[in-house]
């Protein structure tokens, strides 16, 4: 059985950084893409990062590019997503989501259960 | 990137048929792919490759395209559909693009 469980969210001052942990199972994380989807409190989903099997490809929405890197740890089944220069707009549940890439599309086929990170004074 | 647009609400009554639409200049090129997330829980995958269900899916839903617009179709509503809908593509640089969303509410 296909498991993610997210980790590392909380309050966190504007400015501050926080790291976010995504502990991946039941499958072999090594060879998919992996990606980080982000939904603010009663909105919608926003994609946030992708990176590829080896990480050697990353790619990110615009609004956090250099402010948030995506990582992982393919030998710890592991992604990571550290998050520097935080906003108030940076607050949500923040899912860790197993990305399916075959030819010309791509889409999001098993997810977590999201981590809340709060930017706030 | 490119919007995805899908009507924020739709209402039906139990056993009757419901239609979510999303629209997009992309989705004659692109796949479209359907999201179900109940509140407090994470999204949970319904429909890939515009029609496609993944197993464990129940036979009530199902997907279409014509055009610019895809469409998600459950027969035979249950109360236990209530959720919120996204629909999601990608344009043409593999950026992943997920529509606003609409409220399926069971009367």
């Known amino acids: 059985e296909v498991q993610l469980v997210e980790s590392g969210g909380g309050l966190v001052q504007p400015g501050g950084s926080l790291r976010l942990s995504c502990a991946a199972s039941g499958f072999t994380f090594s060879s998919y893409w992996m990606s980080w989807v982000r939904q603010a409190p009663g909105k919608g989903l926003e994609w946030v990062a992708n990176?590829?099997?080896?990480?050697?490809?990353?790619y990110y929405v615009d609004s956090v590019k250099g402010r948030f890197t995506i990582s992982r740890d393919n030998a710890k089944n592991s992604l990571y997503l550290q998050m520097n220069s935080l906003r108030a707009e940076d607050t949500a549940v923040y899912y860790c989501a197993r990305l399916v890439v075959p030819a010309a599309t791509l889409y999001f086929d098993y997810w977590g259960q999201g981590t809340l990170v709060t930017v706030s004074s | 990137s490119y919007e995805l647009t899908q009507p924020p609400s739709v209402s039906v009554s139990p056993g009757q048929t419901a239609r979510i639409t999303c629209s997009g200049d992309?989705?004659?090129?692109?796949?479209a792919y359907w999201y179900q997330q109940k509140p407090g829980q994470a999204p949970v995958l319904v429909i890939y490759?515009?029609?496609e269900r993944p197993s464990g899916i129940p036979e009530r839903f199902s997907g279409s395209s014509s055009g610019t617009t895809v469409t998600l179709t459950i027969s035979g509503v249950q109360a236990e559909d209530e959720a919120d809908y996204y629909c999601q593509s990608a344009d043409s640089s593999g950026t992943p693009e997920f529509g606003g969303g609409t409220k399926l509410t069971v009367l």
């Open positions: 992309a989705l004659p090129k692109q796949y």
């Open positions: 990176i590829k099997q080896d990480g050697s490809e990353k």
């Open positions: 490759k515009d029609s």
